[in-house]
């Protein structure tokens, strides 16, 4: 132990703050008053220089006088008003000194506890091995269930990871003529999952018993790249630019398309309300569709189409504590993460990151963001919100960081890259209070008869 923190009980006990030792030594408050600065013009210098320089040699060293010369003294002294004790006499009275400061310790406020800065790991706390991990920027490869159970595909496979236990199984392998796997996303129940294939078609799948509940087809002429989940609908986008609703508990499942991209879909996003769907593609376009406006028999007209962004959109995040936000990053010729008012269209903030945003993800606890990238640092950083200070830069990818994942109770983010390694980071800490993490409800039975549906 350092010899200079060191102490006795003694002196633990007689220790004061400097305010206490203020308060405590003061009787009252006069005691402490500053000094009074007299009044010049009330002051009669000529007696008071008088008085400190001849009386002073009369009383402290007497000289023999004569009795003619002491009444012509006394004579002088009346005669100028000089018979006064008192040196410095004030004809105005000192102004009375106001009780400033007040004698009552109570009365002082404690500061306020300062919030405790959140620690953030910089190295991951652990790090799985993905061989044969696709190095595709328009791919979504990755994502964890609210069961906490992460789905990710390596080339034509589909392995599930218990974040309880730590056991992996394989969900399923495919065969060559319709794999690689393109695409994973759970249900909002957390235990059924949907796989996107290279030839077109979309699979079902229970989780649990690893069973395939359905294969829908026709939805698309090419590989399913983006798929997400809006209750009892499957939104899926495909290299050919569509982008269909399906509805998984009927037979007919395709209920309603949307046309506006003319390259591949690499990003789809519900908001948490599900009015709102927001989609990027390879034609550097981002859009906002509202289900208002969705049409059954034509394909839905967007309500916003943005073009602000120089370079593909992947990256889409929809704010957790302000429903209308919107953040979204562009690729490797963009470089920025932008943020919408997605009811008026506007661009709110654009700030350029310096390398491809990969993929984004907000604190559901904190006011902050999460990116990942690509060249030249394949980095994850993480951003306070709205002023986009970084707050931290987490390195350990040799790659650029494709995909991420956040664990249910939004604490942990899983990151996978093309250097084939899956890590997983502390980055969002812990829930100030402990709870369940906040997701969208499922309907009742949305799967109850997808036995039945093959």
Request: contains cysteine.
């Given at each position: 132990?350092?010899?200079?923190?060191?102490?006795?009980?003694a002196t633990k006990s007689h220790s004061r703050s400097p305010l206490q030792d203020q308060f405590l030594h003061r009787k009252n408050s006069r005691e402490n008053l500053?000094?009074?600065?007299?009044?010049?013009?009330?002051?009669?210098?000529?007696?008071?220089?008088?008085m400190l320089t001849e009386a002073k040699t009369g009383k402290e060293n007497p000289i023999a006088s004569s009795p003619s010369r002491e009444a012509y003294?006394?004579?002088?002294?009346?005669?100028?008003?000089?018979?006064?004790t008192r040196i410095l006499a004030f004809r105005n009275k000192p102004p009375t000194p106001a009780d400033t400061i007040s004698t009552d310790c109570s009365s002082v406020r404690p500061s306020e506890p300062v919030k405790a800065r959140r620690y953030i790991p910089q190295t991951s706390e652990r790090t799985l091995d993905a061989p044969d991990l696709q190095d595709d920027y328009y791919l979504n490869l990755l994502d964890w269930g609210s069961s906490n159970v992460l789905a990710i595909a390596l080339a034509n496979t589909v392995y599930l990871w218990n974040a309880t236990d730590g056991?992996?199984?394989?969900?399923?392998?495919?065969?060559?003529?319709?794999?690689?796997?393109?695409s994973v996303k759970f249900a909002p129940d957390g235990r059924h999952i949907s796989v996107g294939l290279n030839n077109s078609d979309v699979q079902l799948w229970d989780s649990t018993s690893n069973k395939l509940l359905r294969t829908m087809r026709g939805c698309h002429q090419s590989r399913v790249g983006?798929?997400?989940?809006?209750?009892?609908?499957?939104?899926?986008?495909?290299?050919?630019g569509r982008i269909v609703n399906n509805d998984v508990r009927i037979r007919s499942h395709i209920v309603e398309t949307y046309s506006g991209h003319h390259q591949e879909v690499c990003g789809l996003k519900w908001s948490a309300s599900g009015q709102q769907l927001a989609s990027g593609g390879n034609d550097n376009l981002l859009h906002i569709w509202d289900r208002s406006m969705a049409s059954v028999n034509s394909p839905t007209q967007w309500l916003h189409r943005l073009e602000d962004h120089t370079a593909a959109v992947k990256a889409l995040a929809w704010c957790p504590f302000q429903g209308n936000l919107l953040a979204s990053g562009g690729g490797g010729g963009d470089k920025c993460i932008k943020f919408w008012n997605t009811h008026t269209g506007a661009c709110l903030n654009s700030?350029?990151?310096?390398?491809?945003?990969?993929?984004?993800?907000?604190?559901?606890?904190?006011?902050?963001?999460?990116?990942?990238?690509?060249?030249?640092?394949?980095?994850?950083t993480l951003w306070k919100y709205p002023s986009m200070v970084k707050m931290a830069e987490l390195t350990g990818h040799t790659s650029r960081v494709l995909f991420m994942a956040q664990s249910p109770d939004g604490c942990t983010v899983a990151s996978a890259a093309g250097d084939e390694t899956l890590r997983f980071w502390n980055v969002f800490g812990s829930p100030e209070v402990a709870s369940k993490a906040a997701t969208r409800k499922a309907a009742p039975e949305p799967f109850a008869h997808l036995n039945r549906i093959r």
């Open positions: 132990m350092d010899a200079g923190s060191e102490c006795s009980p500053d000094r009074f600065i007299p009044n010049r013009s009330a002051m009669d210098f000529d007696y008071a220089h008088y003294r006394k004579r002088l002294a009346e005669s100028l008003n000089m018979n006064r056991n992996t199984s394989e969900l399923v392998t495919v065969d060559d003529d319709v794999g690689p796997v393109t983006s798929l997400d989940w809006n209750n009892h609908i499957l939104t899926t986008g495909g290299m050919d700030v350029d990151t310096g390398s491809q945003v990969c993929a984004l993800l907000w604190n559901k606890n904190e006011r902050e963001l999460l990116s990942s990238h690509g060249f030249s640092q394949n980095q994850l």
